[in-house]
């Protein structure tokens, strides 16, 4: 159950990003959806679902938007797995934890996206990955991981009742 509703969810987020949310760019900035979606996953489910997710939502993102397949895919793979150590070790009340782990993940992913199209064209320069970076971009995904977790972790979170 839980699988067909992650990859309903990957397909729905892919349709969203593809179709919706490029009408609401600001300053030619478009949130990362799939990062977000990735973060939510790996704090509800752990490291081990958040890495491989992460590889099938990146191969999925690649294989529409990229020119070169396995860069997003690599980079949610980490992302999955670092931020799946933090599934035990926060309170999932708490919605300033996600928040966190956006900011943190976006700049991770788009310096580091940034520097491996660096190293495979040489055609970025600097200020154009700084501004990358620390970009808008930021605040999109910190408004969304809020929508994305309260969703997500209505649908994951069983309640525990226990009778003595």
């Given at each position: 159950m839980n699988i067909l509703i992650l990859l309903a969810a990957a397909i729905i987020n892919l349709i969203l990003?593809?179709?919706?949310?490029?009408?609401?760019?600001?300053?030619?900035?478009?949130?990362?959806?799939?990062?977000?979606?990735?973060?939510?996953?790996?704090?509800?489910?752990?490291?081990?679902?958040?890495?491989?997710?992460?590889?099938?939502?990146?191969?999925l993102t690649d294989i529409l938007y990229s020119t070169t397949i396995g860069i997003s895919s690599l980079i949610l793979f980490f992302v999955g797995y670092f931020i799946g150590f933090a599934k035990d070790s926060f309170a999932r009340d708490n919605l300033l934890n996600p928040v966190i782990f956006t900011v943190l993940s976006t700049i991770f992913y788009n310096a580091l996206y940034s520097l491996i199209i660096y190293f495979l064209t040489a055609d970025i320069s600097l200020k154009l990955a700084l501004k990358n970076v620390f970009s808008f971009e930021?605040?999109?995904?910190?408004?969304?991981?809020?929508?994305?977790?309260?969703?997500?972790?209505?649908?994951?979170?069983?309640?525990?009742?226990?009778?003595?």
């Amino acid at each position: 159950m839980n699988i067909l509703i992650l990859l309903a969810a990957a397909i729905i987020n892919l349709i969203l990003q593809s179709t919706v949310l490029p009408s609401i760019e600001f300053l030619g900035i478009v949130p990362n959806t799939a990062l977000v979606l990735i973060i939510v996953v790996s704090l509800l489910k752990g490291r081990f679902v958040g890495s491989i997710y992460g590889v099938f939502v990146g191969l999925l993102t690649d294989i529409l938007y990229s020119t070169t397949i396995g860069i997003s895919s690599l980079i949610l793979f980490f992302v999955g797995y670092f931020i799946g150590f933090a599934k035990d070790s926060f309170a999932r009340d708490n919605l300033l934890n996600p928040v966190i782990f956006t900011v943190l993940s976006t700049i991770f992913y788009n310096a580091l996206y940034s520097l491996i199209i660096y190293f495979l064209t040489a055609d970025i320069s600097l200020k154009l990955a700084l501004k990358n970076v620390f970009s808008f971009e930021i605040v999109y995904n910190a408004i969304f991981v809020i929508i994305y977790y309260k969703i997500f972790s209505k649908i994951f979170t069983r309640p525990k009742i226990k009778f003595n």
